[in-house]
């Protein structure tokens, strides 16, 4: 289905139809003023859309939000929304994919939230955009991938319009959700870092470079036998210092902060791997497979084993 068929749709329908919550579907669109989607439910499934050039408007919740080049915008599911090209735009050229988000991914976007699950990453920092724009035709390319073979040619950078590519068996589907995963890590670890280094310190409320340092260290590599004292050593601060500095723009501690990263982590192996759940709490910085169990439990609502039955 391409765009002008989905603008059909809506039309005849009253609100266009959205893919099912299982699919994850890829494309590229470039269109005119005439183009615009409703879904009066929404969709089963979050939306990803990144602006190559144009502008277009988005709307969920009762928030809008206008998307420019180097702009990346997600949407959550089930909750009404519209998108168009925006007023005044003679165009709008983006990717977009429809995925079932993984449990790890809603964190890297909560600073971005404008409203009711709408995510606005705005004014991604050119250094990482022609990688995120590689990574958006790699993933439409592993999206045809049947396993067999080489997988298909990527789409050329000059391609205005691809057609949307649905990921159909295992292989291609964990290819595509590990480019949206890349597009994520760039879009929003780069916007951070470039807010944090244009302000030089906590200015209107904003994070601390200090304690954004941290987090990302944490984040990197959450096995790590981390303490306050250690965590403390890197930006140069007491651990006194640095727990009431964290504690008061994070709303946690530290070693808060250490035990949710080890969690995400040990999600991501139990979705990603078969290893034994002993040794995703041993490779997640746990010292014993019955408290990771237990941390797990509390955190997910289900123990290790059932959370890994229930993702796959």
Avoid: C, N
Avoid at 42 to 47: N, Y
Avoid at 183 to 204: F, K, M
Avoid at 266 to 283: G, K, Q
Wanted: hydrophobic share 45%; charged share 20%.
């Amino acid at each position: 289905m391409d765009a002008a068929e989905l603008s059909d749709s809506a039309e005849e329908s009253g609100g266009t139809p959205a893919p099912p919550a299982e699919l994850v579907l890829a494309g590229r669109f470039d269109v005119g003023p005439d183009y615009a989607v409703h879904r009066a439910r929404g969709a089963e499934s979050t939306l990803l859309a990144w602006t190559m050039d144009g502008a277009g408007r988005f709307e969920q919740g009762g928030v809008e939000v206008t998307a420019v080049r180097g702009d990346l915008v997600v949407l959550g599911p089930r909750v009404a929304h519209s998108y168009a090209v925006a007023p005044g735009a003679r165009r709008w050229s983006f990717w977009w994919v429809h995925y079932p988000a993984r449990v790890t991914w809603p964190s890297w976007l909560e600073p971005y939230a404008v409203g009711e699950q709408v995510f606005v990453v705005a004014g991604v920092p050119a250094v990482v955009r022609e990688r995120i724009d590689a990574a958006f035709r790699r993933l439409h390319a592993d999206a045809r991938w049947s396993g067999h073979g080489p997988p298909p040619a990527a789409a050329t950078a000059e391609g205005r319009t691809v057609p949307p590519a649905v990921a159909g068996g295992t292989p291609a589907r964990e290819l595509v959700l590990g480019r949206v995963e890349e597009v994520l890590v760039l879009a929003t670890t780069a916007t951070g870092s470039a807010l944090a280094e244009r302000h030089g310190g906590p200015l209107s409320g904003e994070v601390d470079p200090r304690v954004t340092q941290v987090e990302a260290l944490v984040v990197a590599d959450p096995a790590a036998p981390h303490t306050v004292g250690s965590l403390a050593d890197h930006v140069a601060l007491s651990p006194s210092r640095l727990a009431h500095l964290f504690s008061q723009q994070t709303g946690r501690t530290p070693m808060q902060a250490v035990r949710d990263a080890r969690l995400r982590h040990a999600a991501r192996l139990l979705e990603r791997t078969d290893l034994p759940v002993a040794s995703i709490a041993a490779a997640s910085g746990f010292v014993s497979a019955f408290h990771f169990s237990r941390v797990f439990r509390a955190r997910f609502g289900v123990p290790p084993k059932d959370y890994r039955t229930g993702v796959r």
